[in-house]
């Protein structure tokens, strides 16, 4: 069964980091743009950050830029997402995502979600 594996959230004061994981088999990860996305309570699930195949050329959402890193590790099958600098308003359930191609542009399908984790920050 083809899978992904969220982990790494938790809850954190205003200001602390987090480091989430995105755990898949190489097959699933290998040449496929990931990314990660973010679901509040009462809100629309909303795109956070991207990383194409072969890492290359980032993307991120406005409000993350210069807080959150997106990278990913191939001899360990993960995607990660560092996230810095974290506000009351980063608070939601965050997905892991797999683009149906090599590349991400806005609107690609997802052809895999992960089951999302709670990152929680407090004020």
């Known amino acids: 069964q083809v899978q992904l594996v969220e982990s790494g959230g938790g809850l954190v004061q205003a200001g602390g980091s987090l480091r989430l994981s995105c755990v898949g088999s190489?097959?699933?990860?290998?040449?496929?743009?990931m990314a990660w996305f973010r679901q509040a309570p009462g809100q629309e699930r909303e795109f956070v950050a991207a990383?194409?195949?072969?890492?290359?050329?980032?993307l991120y959402e406005d409000s993350v830029k210069g807080r959150f890193t997106v990278s990913r590790d191939y001899t360990k099958n993960t995607v990660y997402l560092q996230m810095n600098s974290l506000k009351p308003e980063d608070t939601a359930v965050y997905y892991c995502?797999?683009?149906?191609?090599?590349?991400?542009?806005?609107?690609?399908?997802?052809?895999?979600w992960g089951q999302g984790t709670q990152v929680t920050v407090s004020s």
């Open positions: 995502a797999r683009g149906s191609g090599s590349y991400y542009y806005e609107g690609i399908p997802i052809d895999i």
């Open positions: 190489a097959r699933t990860l290998r040449s496929y743009a």
């Open positions: 990383i194409n195949w072969g890492g290359g050329s980032p």
